[in-house]
């Protein structure tokens, strides 16, 4: 049981350049999230999903697409890179109701 | 959802209890008391969530106080391992999507 599975781990991106960051869970969550964390700082919600094909815009949303083909994977792309998009990004998911989340060991990306 | 205040950091001798409050008073009565904890670098670790009475499991208790304005996450016996941000997150059952807010929690250092 992986639990929840980012990739990749790091990456650095050129200004302008797209990525997608991948997010797989095995869990059969119904709801995922996309959060970034800079540093020294608590974690923002970026975008949420609460089920297949449903997506929903967080906190600091802006730059950043995101997709849930399958409900067992979340995709968060960044269509034109910008150094203020340097950041760890943590994925998350978990059940409905009031239950705990999750975590992923993040994606750590420098954009120069 | 409501706003909890934390001390910034906190320091705990290797093998005492370590108690870490957490003040929401403006919290309402359908809202669940949650704790994170996030170690160097790392995922953010569910710890533990309360409505009103305590709860106990493998890694902590929570006490709620009888008013549910603060709360105390409790690890029995720290070890150095136990060294981390610990997040604590108010949340109602009606959020959609399960959203949290993480503050800026409490650096707990454990010291040999």
């Known amino acids: 049981n992986a639990g929840v599975t980012q990739t990749p781990k790091f990456r650095v991106l050129k200004t302008g350049q797209s990525m997608t960051l991948l997010c797989a869970q095995d869990m059969n969550h119904e709801y995922m999230y996309w959060y970034r964390q800079d540093p020294g700082m608590g974690l923002r919600l970026i975008h949420y999903s609460v089920g297949e094909g449903t997506t929903a815009k967080g906190e600091v949303p802006d730059g950043y697409n995101v997709s849930r083909l399958k409900k067992q994977n979340f995709l968060l792309g960044l269509e034109s890179a910008a150094p203020s998009q340097t950041s760890v990004y943590f994925c998350?998911?978990?059940?409905?109701?009031?239950?705990?989340?999750?975590f992923g060991s993040g994606t750590r990306l420098t954009v120069v | 959802d409501a706003k909890t205040t934390q001390p910034t950091s906190m320091d705990c001798a290797e093998g005492r209890a370590a108690n870490l409050p957490c003040n929401h008073s403006t919290i309402s009565g359908n809202e669940y008391v949650y704790w994170y904890r996030q170690i160097h670098s790392q995922g953010p670790q569910y710890i533990i969530h309360g409505l009103k009475n305590n709860e106990t499991n493998e890694m902590a208790s929570l006490i709620i106080t009888e008013d549910r304005k603060s709360s105390t996450l409790i690890l029995p016996h720290a070890t150095l391992r136990d060294t981390a941000v610990y997040y604590c997150i108010v949340r109602g059952p009606n959020n959609a999507g399960n959203m949290l807010t993480f503050g800026g929690g409490t650096r707990l250092m454990v010291k040999p």
């Open positions: 998350a998911s978990s059940r409905q109701g009031v239950y705990g989340y999750t």
